[in-house]
């Protein structure tokens, strides 16, 4: 089974520029999240869907991070203007229909985006 | 709040030493626990869970029970091989949270050979 996909692998880009990260869900997941690792705060959830609606967006650092999910299979989250102190690893993770508790999380491999 | 409180590392073992990292958490209610393990460069990948008082989960030598007295859910292996050099988080999720994960920050292991 495919698991989730995320691109691309790795992003630089300049300061100021728009930056979108793009997921595709484990098919048949009707959870799908966003997180953002740093040394520095670890990780953090920024939001999560649950068919294709955003239940919590309060990870959400500021107005510039923006995210959608316009179907079943495909997430995009979106910087812009970009700034260096997004510098990070931004994972995707989905999870099984069920009531999301005893769920595990299935993660990508991830995109580590650095902004200059 | 729900919290997750995890060993601070880095955590350094010699090949076939026991671990243990240190897990205790904080929540209202029964909620599910869970350890990830993420290698370098990859994702976070399920290691085991549990879901109710008094279970072990286990899984490639890994284990962890959850202690709903204590509040903790460690995670312990016997004889740790390099090949387990990783990072380990603790989680939980209960039932409010449609299944929004708290993590801790997480425990680096090294094992040398």
């Known amino acids: 089974d495919a698991g989730v996909i995320q691109s691309p692998r790795h992003e630089v880009t300049e300061m100021g520029q728009e930056v979108t990260l793009r997921c595709k869900p484990i098919?048949?997941?009707?959870?799908l999240f966003w997180y953002r690792q740093t040394m520095m705060r670890g990780l953090e959830l920024l939001i999560y869907?649950?068919?294709?609606?955003?239940?919590?967006d309060s990870g959400m650092p500021e107005d510039r991070f923006s995210a959608k999910m316009p179907n079943a299979s495909f997430s995009t989250l979106k910087i812009q203007p970009s700034e260096p102190r997004d510098s990070a690893v931004y994972f995707c993770?989905?999870?099984?229909?069920?009531?999301?508790?005893?769920?595990?999380?299935?993660f990508g491999d991830g995109t580590r985006l650095s902004i200059l | 709040g729900n919290s997750v409180t995890q060993m601070e590392g880095p955590v350094t073992l010699s090949e076939e030493a026991f671990l243990t990292i240190n897990c205790t958490y904080t929540?209202?209610?029964?909620?599910?626990l869970f350890w990830y393990v993420q290698y370098p460069g990859e994702g976070l990948q399920l290691l085991l869970k549990?879901?109710?008082?008094?279970d072990k989960g286990s899984n490639k030598g890994f284990e962890a029970t959850y202690r709903k007295e204590t509040t903790s859910f460690h995670l312990e292996k016997g004889s740790v091989q390099v090949s387990d050099s990783a990072v380990y988080f603790c989680?939980?999720?209960?039932?409010?949270?449609?299944?929004?994960?708290?993590f801790g920050k997480g425990t680096k292991l090294s094992v040398k050979p």
């Open positions: 993770a989905s999870s099984p229909p069920g009531g999301g508790f005893n769920q595990p999380q299935h």
């Open positions: 098919s048949g997941h009707d959870y």
């Open positions: 869907f649950n068919n294709n609606v955003p239940i919590d």
């Open positions: 929540a209202t209610g029964y909620p599910s």
């Open positions: 549990a879901t109710k008082a008094d």
């Open positions: 989680a939980l999720s209960d039932r409010g949270s449609q299944g929004n994960l708290i």
